[in-house]
């Protein structure tokens, strides 16, 4: 399955080296956000063509877009575009991180 560079799939998006390195590719970390090398209040990793089903992993485009972690102004950038020119509905809520600490969504055949 071939992968896109970061730069082709998220541009204008500016990573940390070391997110970057051959230590971060050993341990399979995702590039980060250069703003994540500071205190970030939240971080959301974005799989944008990965969809976990019942624990199974599928991939919904070819070629894939690579993992990253993201502060909110990154990933705004990084899907607003998408969101965009999507014509059904988008839900977003702020989730609390006592309860939950990851969401999944994707799209119903059904709506």
Known sequence: MAT???EAAYPGIEFLPSSRN???WLKGSPAECIHLDREAPWIATLLPDTLYLRGKKET???PVRPEVSLGLD???GAI???LNSYEGRV???EPDPEMFTQY??????RF
Do not use: K, T
């Not at 999944?104 to 055949?109: K, P, Q």
């Open 91 to 93: 839900v977003a809520f």
């Open 80 to 82: 607003r575009e998408e």
């Open 4 to 6: 896109i560079s970061l």
């Open 104 to 109: 999944f969504f994707y799209r119903s055949a």
């Open 22 to 24: 051959w230590w971060a």
């Open 60 to 62: 919904r485009r070819d």
């Open 74 to 76: 990154c990933l705004s």
